[in-house]
């Protein structure tokens, strides 16, 4: 299924990935828990997709707010939108949505991610050429491939998305890009060098890779 404009298609509206079908489904898990595996079934059905995810997470904007105003911040979120959105736009990615300091963003491909989250850190680097030290512009991403529920091209869930964002907002330091291991798996850019790395949250181990 392409990643934009499901609504489209001549697909019937039972079958769109749309968020009226999706409370619908949960309402009958509900109201019908003896058919809960099959409605669940139904579910990865109608939203699951393999896409490659990509999560961007600006750093520093705790310090900026507070010294600065939230004005200041949101000056900061615009600009690095866009900066942001012609990259992922050009590398075929799709931004699902934006939440504070956060951009969510779907790729049909781990390589097409890369592309697009190393052409954004380009033009960060650009930006940072001529902008005060006070307004500069830094991210960490994180990229993930695997199995995600996609709710009309507005949200996303699923464990890869958990993995992505914990190694975007929570692992990657400041202009870093880290893949996890199903990213590593179907990365295939011959150019692309990446090093293994693991940490330890709540008593599990993560691994992940960096992208050199």
Excluded: W
Excluded at 88 to 96: M, Q, R, S, T, Y
């Amino acid at each position: 299924m392409p990643l934009s404009d499901h609504d489209d298609d001549d697909t019937p509206l039972a079958l769109r990935n749309s968020r009226s079908t999706l409370d619908r489904l949960l309402d009958e898990m509900i109201e019908q828990p003896e058919n809960l595996p099959s409605i669940a079934t139904r579910i990865h059905e109608v939203f699951g997709e393999t896409r490659a995810i990509m999560v961007l997470d600006m750093s520093g904007f705790s310090r900026t707010t507070q010294r600065h105003g939230v004005a200041a911040f949101l000056l900061m979120v615009h600009q690095m939108k866009r900066l942001a959105l012609p990259e992922i736009e050009d590398h075929g990615g799709l931004l699902i949505k934006a939440e504070a300091d956060n951009l969510y963003c779907l790729f049909d491909e781990t390589d097409d991610a890369v592309r697009a989250a190393r052409g954004i850190m380009r033009q960060l680097n650009a930006a940072n050429m001529v902008l005060p030290e006070e307004r500069k512009l830094y991210a960490s991403i994180g990229i993930g491939y695997g199995v995600v529920l996609n709710i009309d091209d507005h949200d996303i869930f699923g464990d890869e998305m958990n993995l992505t964002c914990k190694l975007g907002e929570d692992v990657a330091q400041r202009s870093e890009i880290l893949l996890t291991e199903g990213a590593r798996t179907t990365l295939t850019l011959k150019h692309v060098e990446t090093r293994p790395e693991q940490v330890s949250i709540s008593g599990l181990v993560l691994g992940y890779h960096v992208v050199g």
